[in-house]
């Protein structure tokens, strides 16, 4: 069945390839959700590195927008503030417009000065002295997620364990109440799917209906907070420091879902694409079971590997030319980390996926520059740590089908991926290596 899966999906790569290569350079639109759910963006990306690394689609269900795909003029663009704004009152961060009345200021979707004054807020989370206690936090969890996980059955991946561990470090990071902590996975989805008969939601008021929902829940954590003593959580943090004490409630959400998206699609994303990865590589697989300390260089190339946000998005200031092309004033501009992660000029076999490569970091699933991920370190040491806990008792988790892909070209991501771990391989290659 594995292999009849495999000739399917070979089959519909070799086909998007043909289409991507051969259609009129104009008409290529790399933002259709289709396209990521289906995992066929990959030879447009291609084309447009080669053909046209700067190039303008004029006609797509976001709008018409320009397109960046190497990687060092997407380092250009995210260090150039002075013309390309990532401010919400101009379009915001991603290249779906939000409707004026439903835009919210974040630390993200923020320019200078007032960006680094509200991120600055939050920085004391991911300080080296508090990533060490979060550490044994995440230990415990991992190994309590991992030792209740179903042998020799089916079950899906996504749900049980990168959702699961997640949405606990999240209730973590903000002391959330334990037992309603999948708000959080639900309120990260509503604020990324795209409206629509098959979403999560049909319309965009639907979105506002739950996002309120949020905004209520944690404005009443917020009036706790507030009136206790600071604490290292997020909410308290918020609540206690100048910069972000009186944000107005617009703000105030627009805060809450960059850290919850931040916190959670990301890391959940990456790590299911770390089973997918090793499944389709299972060269790399058994070396990571033979060397547990590749596990420093896995996590980055996987994060790379996945890139599990494919994009950014800013909006010119003034009229630029840059690359040759005349960028106008007011334009968006969509920064494709996605393809900046497989350009070659960069990086070395960019599509081989290499657990001890020699460089693992040279990637751009974070960001640059001073918007680049805050909590970069704490999704390393959550990758690093789980699968640690993975080595210690398992030999193999096997994929047994191909992934459902989330419908966006905003979040790289997987709603479903069905594994199985056999019984004869929960003894444990990390020890037997020592």
Known sequence: M??????????????????????????????????????????????????????????????????????????????????????????????????????????????????????????????????????????????????????????????????????????????????????????????????????????????????????????????????????????????????TRDMDPKNFLGNLILLIVGGNDTTRNTLSGSIYALSKNPEQYSKLRANPELIDSFVPEVIRWQTPLAHMRRTALDDFEFRGQQIRKGDKVVMWYVSGNRDDEVIDRPYEFMIDRARPRTHISFGFGIHRCVGIRLAELQLKIIWEEILKRFDNIEVVGEPKRVYSSFVKGYETLPVRITPDTSTSIWDRSR
């Not at 999906?9 to 639109?29: E, F, R």
Request: aromatic share 10%; charged share 25%.
């Open 2 to 243: 594995h292999g009849t899966i495999d000739l399917a999906v070979d089959s519909h790569q070799k086909a998007a390839a043909d289409k991507a290569w051969s259609m009129p350079l104009d008409d290529i639109d790399v933002s259709q959700p289709e396209l990521f759910r289906t995992d066929s963006f990959w030879p447009y990306f291609d084309r447009l590195r080669r053909e046209a690394p700067v190039h303008y689609c004029k006609d797509s269900m976001f709008g018409p927008y320009w397109s960046v795909t190497k990687y060092n003029d997407i380092m250009d663009i995210e260090t150039n503030h002075s013309v390309f704004s990532s401010a919400a009152s101009l379009g915001g961060i991603t290249i779906r417009d939000v409707p004026p009345d439903f835009r919210r200021e974040s630390f993200i979707a923020m320019d200078q000065p007032r960006h680094s004054a509200q991120r600055k807020t939050v920085a004391p989370m991911f300080t080296p002295t508090h990533l060490d206690q979060l550490a044994i936090n995440i230990r415990k969890r991992s190994a309590e997620c991992l030792d209740n996980l179903p042998r020799n059955e089916v079950f899906d991946w996504v749900d049980k364990v990168s959702v699961e561990l997640t949405t606990q470090m999240l209730a973590v990071l903000f002391d959330f109440p334990w037992e309603d902590r999948r708000k959080l996975t639900r309120w990260s989805d509503i604020a990324t799917t795209l409206p629509g008969p098959d979403g999560l939601v049909a319309t965009e008021e639907d979105r506002q209906v739950e996002l309120l929902e949020c905004a209520t829940y944690f404005a009443r954590l917020w009036k706790e907070r507030v009136n206790q003593p600071p604490k290292s959580d997020l909410l308290s943090m918020m609540a206690h420091s100048d910069a």
